[in-house]
């Protein structure tokens, strides 16, 4: 019940809203890592497949005794886009939101939040990471953890912008082993030109984790064996009215 209230919340909000477009589909502050992922999921699941050619790697059929320490993931093709602008608070944005379908070693959902320096992207301009979360979901498990370090790169013309981001990870399961730590990296692409049609930009990239296992006797933070992606029946009615409002701002903002 609690993740639909929030579902819910994010629908309210973003219909009443006044606020820059998009900003109020993010999700809410203290959203645990799986209540982002199931958003993130319900919003994929209305975007056109991903080409046939591309494919999912199977999760393992049962949990390995340990998890292998390096993982490398990539957006789907299509399958990546921005959902929310995020805010601005004096030389920072705050909130900026990207979700994307994962395929490779940990096959799922990845939604993420950045916020970075200076506020606004631009000609030739280069965005630097400050902060931020990210959660990675699927029937493997939950990792998640924070952004460190990083910068966006925008060309000429403010089309197109080079990523290249550090990541931390704080904890999750893989395969029910937990994960007390590591780092990763994502490096991909930032693409503004959709805006040109009233759609929202789309990313791309490829993800590199590495991890470390906690003791089995240590403490596991709760909820983060893999949450299910799938809603209650009403959250998922509400799906489709968040997709129209998320376009009906985009055409208004035009």
């Known amino acids: 019940m609690e993740r639909l209230f929030l579902l819910v919340a994010l629908v309210v909000a973003m219909l009443t809203g006044t606020g820059p477009a998009l900003a109020q589909v993010a999700p809410p502050a203290g959203a645990s890592p799986a209540d982002r992922c199931a958003l993130a999921a319900s919003i994929l699941e209305q975007l056109p497949p991903a080409p046939t050619g591309v494919a999912s790697a199977t999760p393992p059929a049962t949990p390995a005794a340990a ?5 490398a993931d ?3 093709t299509g399958r990546g886009i921005e959902i929310s602008a995020g805010t601005i608070s004096g030389d920072t944005r705050l909130g900026a939101t990207f979700i994307g379908e994962m395929a490779g070693d940990l096959p799922g959902v990845l939604i993420a939040s950045t916020n970075y320096t200076p506020p606004s992207p631009g ?9 931020g979360e990210w959660a990675l979901c699927g029937p493997w498990g939950t990792v998640f953890g924070t952004f460190t370090s990083g910068k966006v790169q925008w060309n000429a013309d403010e089309s197109l912008a080079d990523i290249a981001v550090g990541m931390s990870v704080l904890g999750g399961s893989v395969n029910g082993v937990p994960v007390s730590g590591g780092n990763g990296t994502f490096g991909g692409i930032l693409d503004h030109r959709p805006l040109a049609q009233r759609l929202p930009p789309t990313v791309s990239g490829a993800l590199q984790l590495q991890t470390s296992g906690a003791p089995t006797t240590g403490l596991v933070l709760p909820g983060t064996g893999g949450p299910s992606l799938v809603l209650p029946a009403v959250a998922l009615l509400l799906v489709p009215v ?13």
């Not at 000609?123 to 902060?131: K, S």
């Not at 968040?242 to 035009?254: D, T």
């Open 67 to 71: 998890p292998p320490t390096s993982y």
């Open 74 to 76: 990539e957006v789907a």
């Open 123 to 131: 000609p030739g301009v280069t965005n630097n990471i400050v902060g």
């Open 242 to 254: 968040l997709l129209v409002s998320l376009l009906q701002r985009f055409s208004a903002g035009s």
